[in-house]
C-alpha cells in the first residue's frame, strides 16, 4: 500500500483516485478551495463527475502541506496553467524518497516547457518524476471502464513502479521511457480536437474529422521528433489513440469547445459553456511557437491559432485549410 496525495480535485484527479483507492492505497485529495472540500467531505460527492458516490476512505484537504508531508506519491492533477504555481507551493515540502506523477497535458507557453520539464524545473532534476497518459475519460475511469494507458518516465523503476501502483483488471498501464513523445502528443492532441470540434459544430461529417484526425497526428509526430520523441509513441496510446477519444468523444472538452466555436460562439463563450479547464485554447500558443522554433509546418495549429486569437471566421478557416497548395501526402516516399 501507498499513501498518494491527488493535487486537484477536479474529474481527473477524483477518477484517478478513485482507482487508486480501489486498488488498496491510502489516497487523499487536496483543492485549493475550502468550500469543495467541505462539499465532497459532507456529502462523498463531487460536482466534477456526477452521480458517483466517491469512497469513505478518500480524505479530501485544503491544506497542501499536511497532504504533500505524508505522501509517498504525489499525483499532480491541476490543470496546465497551474502546474508550476503549485509545485513552488510544494517544494519545501517534499522529500528525495517521493514519486511524483503528473497526469496533466499541455505545454507551458511563456517557457514551451511539458509538465514533467516544469517539475524539474522547480522540484529539482534529480526527483523521481513520471507521466501517466493516454485515452482516458475521466467518466469512463470512474465507473471502472476498461481504460489503457501509459506510464512514462526515464527512470525504468520508476515507470514500473507507477505502472503496479495503478494497474488491475479496469486500468491497464503500459510503460515507456519516451517522456518526451508522449508529452506532445498529449499536450497538442487538444488543439487538434478543437479543429474537430469546429468541424463538428459547422455541420460536416465523417470524412473532415478522419482528414483532420489523419493529419493531425502528422502534425504531431513531425514536432514531436523534432523535439526528441520517439515516431512509435505517436502511433501508440498517447498519439493516435488520445487523438481518436479526444476528436470522437462527447466527453472530451476539448472537441465540444470547438463544437460551440463551430455553431458560432466565441472561444470564451466556449469556454464558459463547457465549465471545465480547455486545455488546447492554453495550448495552442504554444505548440505555434514550438513549429515555428522547430521549423515544423503544422497547418492545423496555425489555424486553430487564428480562429482561437485573430477572430478568422471557421468557416474561412476550413476552406484555407482545403485550399493550401499542392502536395505530397508524405514526403519520405519517392517515385520510381
Not at 488498496?24 to 458517483?52: A, F, L, P
Not at 491541476?78 to 522529500?95: D, G, Y
Not at 503496479?164 to 519516451?178: G, I, Q
Not at 498517447?238 to 472537441?255: A, E, K, P, Q, W
Request: hydrophobic fraction near 45%.
Amino acid at each position: 500500500m501507498a499513501r498518494i496525495s491527488v493535487l486537484g480535485a477536479g474529474s481527473w484527479g477524483i477518477a484517478l483516485a478513485v482507482m487508486l483507492e480501489k486498488n488498496g492505497h491510502e489516497v487523499t485529495v487536496w483543492s485549493h478551495r475550502q468550500s469543495q472540500v467541505d462539499q465532497m467531505k459532507d456529502t462523498h460527492t463531487s460536482d466534477k463527475i456526477k452521480g458517483v458516490k466517491l469512497p469513505d476512505s478518500l480524505i479530501f484537504t485544503a491544506d497542501i502541506q499536511s497532504a504533500v508531508l505524508s505522501a509517498d506519491v504525489v499525483l499532480f492533477a491541476v490543470p496546465s496553467k497551474a502546474t508550476r504555481e503549485t509545485a513552488e507551493k510544494i517544494k519545501q515540502f517534499i522529500n528525495d524518497n517521493q514519486i511524483f506523477i503528473t497526469v496533466t497535458k499541455g505545454i507551458e507557453e511563456d517557457t514551451l516547457f511539458t509538465q514533467t520539464e516544469i517539475l524539474e524545473d522547480v522540484l529539482g532534476k534529480d526527483k523521481r518524476i513520471c507521466v501517466l497518459s493516454g485515452p482516458s475519460h475521466a467518466e469512463e475511469v470512474v465507473v471502472f471502464n476498461p481504460t489503457v494507458v501509459v506510464a512514462g518516465s526515464t527512470d525504468r523503476q520508476v515507470a514500473l513502479f507507477v505502472q503496479n501502483l495503478f494497474m488491475n483488471k479496469y486500468f491497464r498501464v503500459y510503460s515507456s521511457p519516451d517522456v518526451k513523445g508522449i508529452e506532445v502528443g498529449a499536450a497538442l492532441k487538444n488543439v487538434i480536437a478543437l479543429a474537430a470540434g469546429m468541424s463538428d459544430g459547422l455541420g460536416f461529417g465523417d470524412n473532415a474529422k478522419a482528414a483532420l484526425i489523419t493529419r493531425g497526428i502528422k502534425e504531431i509526430s513531425s514536432l514531436a521528433v523534432a523535439m526528441g520523441g520517439q515516431a512509435e509513441t505517436l502511433s501508440g496510446l498517447t498519439g493516435v489513440g488520445d487523438l481518436i477519444v479526444t476528436c470522437s468523444s462527447m466527453h472530451s472538452r476539448n472537441r465540444m469547445a470547438g463544437f460551440y466555436i463551430g455553431q458560432g460562439m466565441t472561444k470564451d463563450e466556449a469556454m464558459d459553456k463547457v465549465a471545465m479547464v480547455v486545455e488546447g485554447v492554453y495550448s495552442a500558443k504554444a505548440a505555434k511557437k514550438l513549429a515555428e522554433k522547430y521549423n515544423i509546418e503544422m497547418p492545423i495549429v496555425e489555424i486553430v491559432n487564428a480562429v482561437l486569437f485573430d477572430n478568422l471566421p471557421v468557416k474561412d478557416a476550413v476552406y484555407e485549410l482545403m485550399t493550401r497548395s499542392k502536395k505530397d501526402e508524405t514526403s519520405e516516399l519517392e517515385w520510381e
